[in-house]
């Protein structure tokens, strides 16, 4: 593996425990962090890192030519809640830094990218249920216009340029190390915070919305699975469907009350709950499971029981230090 990888965005949620693996994998020094903002200790501390603003070529570019880089990861984007309070800021950030990635590839100063898209690609009329790969797409959120465009330039460069861009649908992303933001599938990760620190949690969804979801582990392993599977397999390049599990606020409330016996939940919807009413309850993700053997791991039992216990290790871990 002569890899060096660029990843934009290693701050965010998935950006920096997809870092850490890929520095595992390739070596601390083949694997470059990147964003605008710096990272917890573990990124900034275990290779390089540069400041990178994606929306500026120039500044990529720079950063691509120095470290020799052959693959970026393109994790920096603004989320579904957030970008409905700067659609314009949205539309910039998550479209440019694409648009500039892929042409760095068709200029040939990169060979492979990695670019996720979201089960906000989907709207109010698509199937609710086991959303197929291909169906209706008119999502409602200026988040998934943005991923639904950005599909279909994926798909554009790899056939009129041959770029070799790699990318998922991800659901609902569920971790304890770094904290998402502006996600309106937030929540699921919120309840275990607050759940460790307060014993109970106000929802901003109603108690039966269900949506997909799927523990940190499974995202960066199919993440990892994709890029690495041979072009041939790779027979989808706008975006593949990836499910794990579904469930909603109230199911994942009762299953934290079998660790955390007091455990309470609130319900007040917020502007969220219309985004999340528009998105698919469950996706099906044969091509994926087909094309390179994804599977997940993690169900509800095994996320709840790994979220506590390390929630609750970092929090003895704060007490002991203070
Ligand atoms: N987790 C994202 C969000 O809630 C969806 O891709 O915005």
Known sequence: ?????????????IGSELTQKLRKIYGNQQV????IREGNTELMTSGHFEIIDATNKEAILKVIQKHQVTQVYLMA?????????????????NMNSLLNVLDLAKEKHIKQVYWPSSIAVFGPSSPKKN????????????YGISKVSGEHWCNYYHEKYGVDVRSIRYPGIISWKTNPGGGTTD??????FKAIENGSYDSFLSEN?????????????ATIQI????????????????????????????????HITDFTITYHPDFRQEIADSWPQSIADIDARTDWNWQHQFDLAAITKDMITNLQAQKNKKLENV
Do not use: C, H
């Open 131 to 142: 959303t197929p790969q291909k169906t209706i797409m008119e999502p409602s959120t200026v």
């Open 209 to 221: 919305t269900r949506l997909p979801m799927m523990y940190m582990e499974d995202a960066i392993n």
């Open 187 to 192: 929540y699921a990760v919120d309840i275990f």
């Open 77 to 93: 984007a603004m989320l579904s809640a957030t970008a409905e309070k700067y659609p314009q800021k949205a539309w910039n950030l």
């Open 1 to 13: 593996m002569n890899d060096t990888i660029l990843i934009i965005g290693a701050s965010g949620q």
């Open 32 to 35: 470059i962090a990147s964003d």
């Open 227 to 258: 890029m690495q599977a041979n072009t041939k397999d790779i027979k989808i390049r706008t975006s593949y469907n990836l499910a794990a599990i579904s469930f909603t606020p109230k199911e994942i409330a009762n299953e934290i009350k079998k």
